[in-house]
């Protein structure tokens, strides 16, 4: 691998804009009438995020044990986490920036159990406990590209999604692998009230190749900026794919499946034309609406020093991701 491919603190987006932006899907879809009715409120609380520190501090997550390992980042003092769980992303909680912060509190993650299951020869069901024994986290700054054409870089805390697997044994059918959200409707709002949710299909599921899957860029996520992952940003545990769009990484797992075929997954089921299985990073592949051939930095500073820059192939990840996919045609298979 080439050093030069992985960031350091310094390229870290600080945590006041972390979350920025949501894709429109749900606007041209017209899954949510709600959504519709909110582009005032919501492009006021995008620049609300630019201008000031007027929201109040986000909740600590408890301070994580990890280690660094050298290639993934340089010890630089990173952005203050003020507000990376106050602007961010997660359907269930609601559809406006704000909402998650503002509604994931009633979510419960002591006790939480994650099953490993499908095709493999040992089953398993883990509490997060069991997985703080058994896999030691380390920090990974990976870069993270929206498809929406925004991008960021982010501290991980986490381990390699393939020791898990390795756990459970894959038997020689597995080929993919399947990953479930949560279904709480008690505990997620947008889960009930598809004004809230946008009246997606709950719950929320991705799936991965099982090569893709045992790659050792591939992490589940604990932990964000060296503390435990607030609720809101995928608590207790999240996959990360760095060469991949956004919306692969599936918050808040409970379940992940081993499959011989395979599985849907929510945005390819909603609109395949626009959100593919694969979503690798791909600046020579637009999306049908906009270009994929460049992307805004979101990093320091207010709205005028956000910039432009090329999209690179698989987010600068293709020495060490380009050879899962040779052979394959990455326009057809977006």
């Known amino acids: 691998m080439k050093s030069t491919k992985y960031l350091t603190e310094a390229d870290v987006t600080p945590e006041s804009v972390f979350n920025m932006q949501r894709r429109q899907v749900l ?3 017209g899954l949510s009438a709600a959504a519709l009715g909110m582009p005032g409120a919501a492009q006021a609380d995008v620049l609300s995020w630019f201008k000031g520190n007027d929201r109040p501090a986000a909740p600590a997550g408890r301070a994580l044990t990890f280690s660094k390992p050298e290639k993934y ?6 952005t203050p986490e003020d507000k990376v769980a106050g602007y961010n992303n997660f359907y269930e909680f609601g559809l406006d920036k704000a909402d998650p912060a503002a509604n994931a509190g009633t979510l419960k993650t ?48 986490g381990f390699e999604l393939n020791k898990l697997l390795k756990l459970a044994e894959p038997t020689s059918n597995a080929r993919f692998v399947a990953f479930q959200t949560l279904y709480a409707p008690d505990q997620m709002p947008g ?26 860029l591939t992490l589940l996520s604990t932990g964000v900026y060296g503390k435990a992952l607030p609720p809101q940003n995928g608590a207790p545990i999240r996959l990360t794919v760095p060469w991949k769009y956004g ?33 690798n990073v791909n600046p020579h592949v637009d999306h049908p609406r906009w270009s994929q051939a460049s992307e805004r930095f979101i990093g320091p500073g207010g709205t005028l020093s956000v910039k432009r820059q090329p999209t690179l192939l698989f ?20």
């Not at 980042?73 to 990173?78: I, K, M, P, R, V």
């Not at 299909?201 to 045992?214: I, K, Q």
């Not at 075929?261 to 945005?267: A, L, V």
Request: aromatic residues 12%.
């Open 73 to 78: 980042q340089a010890s630089l003092t990173l």
């Open 27 to 29: 606007k041209t879809l």
């Open 191 to 216: 889960q009930k009230d598809r004004f809230i949710g946008g009246g997606l299909n709950y719950p929320y599921v991705e799936g991965l190749r099982l090569d893709e899957a045992m790659h050792p």
């Open 110 to 157: 002591d006790p939480w159990q994650l099953t490993i299951d499908g095709e493999v020869a040992k089953p398993i069901t883990l509490n997060m406990d069991d997985i703080f024994k058994k896999f030691a986290m380390e920090q990974r700054i990976y870069r993270m590209r929206c498809v929406e054409a925004w991008s960021m870089v982010v501290p991980w805390v």
């Open 247 to 279: 919306f692969k990484g599936i918050k808040s797992i409970v379940k992940i499946t081993l499959t011989r075929d395979r599985p849907p997954t929510t945005w390819n089921q909603i609109a395949s034309n626009e959100y593919g299985f694969y979503a």
């Open 315 to 334: 987010n600068g990840y293709a020495d060490e991701v380009a050879s899962l996919y040779r052979g394959l045609d990455l326009r057809e298979n977006y």
